[in-house]
């Protein structure tokens, strides 16, 4: 299960961010086209974050909209599903902005001083 790996690197990182301290929070960004679905991601995290500083952690999914830019009328557009065609001009010379995250925005420790 590809969530699996992802939770794992990062409960890694907040491990390391954390240095011992037990972590509050963990807020995520996940795209939309990441292949990420945020409900396993979720389980994952519960499962995997036993006996590691997320163990009382809660995880929060903030979900990422697809956007393009059109290289030829550099116009930027919000799609849904897999078009990636220029809504603007209908060119399809596109390059994807955001939807591919998958990554932690930031974490909240437990004792912040
Ligand atoms: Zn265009």
């Keep these: 299960m590809h969530e699996y790996s992802i939770v794992m690197s990062m409960l890694d990182l907040c491990e390391k961010h ?6 509050e929070k963990v807020v995520t960004k996940i795209g939309k086209m990441s292949g990420i679905e945020p409900h396993f991601l979720k389980d994952s ?3 995997f974050k ?3 500083v997320c163990s009382d952690a809660s995880m ?3 979900l990422i909209d697809i956007t393009i830019r059109c290289t030829d009328c550099a116009k930027e557009a919000m799609v849904d ?6 809504p ?3 060119g399809g010379n596109t390059e994807v ?17």
């Design 88 to 90: 603007h001009c209908e």
């Design 60 to 62: 929060t999914i903030n």
């Design 45 to 47: 995290f519960d499962i």
């Design 81 to 86: 599903s897999y078009n990636f065609f220029c």
């Design 97 to 113: 902005m955001t939807g591919q995250e998958m990554h932690i925005e930031y974490i909240e420790l437990k004792d912040n001083q």
């Design 18 to 23: 954390a240095k011992g301290k037990p972590v």
């Design 50 to 52: 036993e006996d590691t």
